[in-house]
């Protein structure tokens, strides 16, 4: 064209392109009120098999069963992998919500034309999102396949076969103590009911979705220590409770709701799903008085209180346990707070030098002393 813009085919009636833009092609007609949908590939191919299928129809060729099957949509293995995820999984506010933003770009797809060439299209059109949440996407996008795997509704998981992006750990934000006083001032002053759930998150790094699904049941104020039995890596944690972790514990049992398992409750006894409104709130006003709190959310406050373990020198095995990582290489990101921990580890080198040498300048004037 003049113009530089490319004129697009004349649509044909039974024949159309699925995902858009994909440049894959599929034909879709009907016989004695059966429909049937085939897969192809290219829109050439997929036009010629059209016709001559219709021909086949009208002399009465006998189509292939297979070509009846009944299709299994996204949005089909979507919802089964949904109600997993809410009985085992921790993540399952997470994945909810991810799965409602994947949807409606693959909701009515069927399997078989989800490719790993298909969701690498689409996540590379996701420019808005972070590499990490890119790569959580796709996660997601893998645990639905897989879980249609084991309900015996899909053969392959397309989504294995799309790369992950390499994420930037180097750098760890976490909230500092001037900060903290920041969110926790206007906490107390616009609602202080949920003071103690501040606490609880920046004093023993629980997750949002392990703090609001936490029961009573499994809270033991007297040995310091509650039970996660839903946790991330899909394994259950023991939380060592700090002193301040327990008088926030004690302050929400003081207003327990008898009729409600859970710790965390609102103002009307009712166990609260998502600290999303009062948060957002609370944060809105903070960026207003420390725009540097603008990248604050949730999940900082576990960052938050995994680096001041490192910083006030606890060791990277021990952090690990009562951070539940399950791997150690997730502990080993916050490491470099911990410089004075690391001079005192070397200086310790030094000190074996000399004493070393003083042992063997003992033994060596033993050895003297002996001979004369």
């Given at each position: 064209m003049?113009?530089?813009t490319?004129?697009?085919p004349k649509p044909i009636k039974g024949v159309y392109e699925m995902?858009?833009?994909s440049g894959i092609w599929w034909i879709n007609y009907y016989i004695e009120g059966r429909r049937f949908r085939e897969k192809v590939g290219r829109r050439s191919d997929a036009v010629t098999l059209y016709q001559r299928r219709k021909t086949d129809a009208r002399m009465g060729v006998k189509m292939p069963e297979v070509r009846a099957r009944r299709a299994v949509l996204f949005e089909e293995i979507a919802a089964d992998a949904l109600v997993y995820s809410k009985e085992h999984k921790a993540s399952y506010p997470g994945d909810r919500s991810t799965v409602g933003k994947l949807l409606p770009v693959f909701g009515k797809v069927p399997l078989d034309a989800i490719t790993p060439q298909t969701i690498k299209a689409y996540l590379?059109?996701?420019d808005d999102l972070t590499k990490t949440t890119i790569n959580r996407y796709r996660g997601?996008?893998?645990m639905i396949f897989q879980e249609a795997i084991r309900n015996g509704k899909a053969k392959a998981n397309p989504a294995r076969l799309v790369r992950l992006h390499r994420e930037d750990n180097s750098r760890v934000r976490f909230v500092t103590y001037p900060e903290e006083a920041v969110i926790r001032a206007i906490i107390r002053e616009r609602c202080p009911i949920h003071e103690p759930e501040l606490t609880l998150a920046l004093e023993t790094g629980m997750r949002r979705g392990e703090l609001y699904s936490l029961?009573?049941?499994?809270v033991d104020l007297g040995r310091r220590q509650l039970l996660l039995l839903k946790t991330k890596n899909g394994t259950a944690r023991v939380v060592i409770l700090t002193a301040a972790a327990?008088?926030?514990l004690e302050e929400l049992q003081k207003r327990r709701n008898p009729d409600s398992p859970k710790v965390c409750l609102t103002r009307y006894g009712e166990p609260m799903v998502s600290p999303r409104a009062w948060f957002e709130l609370v944060m809105e006003e903070a960026v207003k008085k420390n725009p540097s709190l603008k990248d604050v959310t949730w999940h900082i406050f576990r960052h938050t209180y995994i680096s001041r373990l490192v910083m006030a020198g606890v060791d990277l095995r021990t952090v690990q346990e009562l951070a539940g990582h399950k791997d150690i290489k997730m502990t080993v990101r916050y490491a470099h707070l911990a410089p004075a921990h690391k001079l005192a580890a070397v200086d310790r080198l030094a000190e074996y030098r000399r004493?070393?040498?003083k042992a063997e300048r003992s033994k060596t004037t033993s050895i003297d002393s002996a001979a004369a």
């Open positions: 003049a113009n530089g490319v004129k697009k995902p858009a833009e590379e059109t996701r997601t996008i893998s029961d009573w049941d499994r327990v008088s926030a004493e070393q040498e």
